[in-house]
C-alpha cells in the first residue's frame, strides 16, 4: 500500500512539473510574440504623421492629379494648424494629468530612485519635445521639393 501512494506521488509530481514547465514555456513564447509585434506596430507608427507618405500613397491610391496638389496641400496644411491649435489648448490638461502621475510614482520611490527618476523624465521629456517638434512640421510652402 505504502509503495502505491509513492508511486501515485511521483506521477502526480511529474505531471505537475510538466504543467508547470508548459506554462512557462506558453508565457515565454507568449511574451516573445508580443515583444516582436510591438516592435513592429512601433516602427510602423511613431505618433508623427508622415505626409510625404500620406500624398504619395494617396496620389497611387486615388489618382491625385498634378493641378490637384495645390488643393490637397492646402488642405492639409489647414488641417495641420487646426492640430496644432488643438493640441495648444489641450497640452495644459496633458501636462497636469502627467505631473499627478508623477508625483504619484515619486511618493513611492525612495530618495536614490527618485533622483534616477528625475533623469529619466528629463531624457523622456526630451525624446517627446523632439516628437512633437516633427510631428508639428513645416507647411507644403516651406517643405523643401
Do not use: C, H
Amino acid at each position: 500500500m505504502g509503495q502505491m501512494v509513492e508511486t501515485r506521488a511521483k506521477v502526480l509530481l511529474a505531471f505537475l512539473t510538466i504543467f508547470v514547465l508548459g506554462f512557462a514555456a506558453g508565457a515565454l513564447a507568449l511574451n516573445i510574440y508580443f515583444s516582436r509585434i510591438e516592435g513592429r506596430r512601433q516602427s510602423a507608427w511613431t505618433g508623427r504623421f508622415d505626409r510625404e507618405r500620406y500624398v504619395k500613397q494617396m496620389t497611387e491610391a486615388v489618382g491625385i492629379r498634378p493641378e490637384q496638389m495645390g488643393s490637397l496641400n492646402t488642405i492639409l496644411d489647414e488641417t495641420r494648424e487646426e492640430f496644432v491649435e488643438l493640441r495648444k489648448r489641450l497640452n495644459p490638461r496633458f501636462d497636469d494629468i502627467r505631473q499627478r502621475a508623477r508625483n504619484a510614482i515619486r511618493a513611492i520611490l525612495d530618495a536614490e530612485q527618485q533622483a534616477r527618476f528625475d533623469r529619466f523624465l528629463k531624457r523622456w521629456d526630451e525624446e517627446r519635445w523632439l516628437q512633437e517638434q516633427a510631428a508639428s512640421g513645416p507647411k507644403a510652402q516651406e517643405r523643401k521639393p
